[in-house]
């Protein structure tokens, strides 16, 4: 993995933001990142003396831009956002689309799982890895911000654990909400099964049966799933 230890801020510029309800934020960017990703902060100084809360999002055209019903990442970084606003902290924007694999490749997996194939199979079966994210490049960028102690806004065992072994402090991990649909059901299903993230689809989830289900998506038409901020 890449440690990101030569990692220093290139620039601040201050922006408003409207996706952060139009309070005033800094982008930051980079110098000596450990790959060749244009990677982001958006950043809010912490507002109420705890411990700063940080999010890495990996960017996702489809869902941040677009709007696709495919993932959660839309509504995710919405979310994210919306918590800069209220507490301050920092929108880590990594260049990581399809866990990895660049958007192409990431929209000809979209093709292999409507043939039933999970998201994590489909990335293999395009000779990839299920998941190609280093978060060294983060680990990076949050010494550059002065970031060595955090909460960590995420659902994703594996990001707290690379960020540890970067040397990060994550004393927390917050939980995202359960941004659910029809059609991510059986994307969501797949990382809890497969990569241990931690969403909460409620008591008769079907997440232990076969991915890919509906058993999700019949949750969301019976309103037994959760959803919305879980700070």
Do not use: W
Request: charged fraction near 25%; include cysteine.
């Amino acid at each position: 993995m890449s440690t990101g230890s030569g990692t220093r801020v290139r620039a601040r510029v201050p922006v408003t933001l409207g996706r952060v309800r139009g309070l005033r934020a800094e982008l930051v960017t980079f110098q000596g990142l450990p790959d060749a990703g244009e990677h982001l902060a958006c950043f809010v100084p912490p507002r109420d003396g705890s411990v700063p809360l940080v999010r890495l999002h990996s960017e996702c055209l489809t869902g941040d831009v677009l709007g696709s019903t495919r993932c959660d990442c839309g509504p995710q970084l919405d979310e994210a956002l919306g918590l800069l606003a209220d507490h301050g902290g920092a929108v880590l924007y990594l260049r990581q689309e399809g866990r990895g694999i660049g958007l192409y490749n990431k929209l000809d997996a979209y093709l292999l799982q409507n043939a039933r194939t999970d998201t994590y199979q489909a990335n293999r079966l395009l000779g990839r890895g299920a998941d190609e994210r280093d978060y060294g490049v983060a680990a990076g960028m949050l010494r550059a911000l002065g970031l060595r102690r955090i909460r960590l806004l995420t659902n994703n065992p594996d990001k707290v654990r690379q960020l540890r072994n970067h040397g990060i402090d994550v004393t927390a991990a917050v939980p995202t909400g359960l941004h659910l649909t029809d059609d991510n059901a059986a994307y969501l299903t797949a990382k809890a099964r497969t990569a241990g993230h931690t969403l909460a689809f409620g008591a008769d989830d079907g997440a232990g049966s076969g991915a890919g289900d509906g058993s999700c998506a019949d949750e969301v038409r019976h309103g037994t799933a959760q959803g919305g901020v879980r700070a």
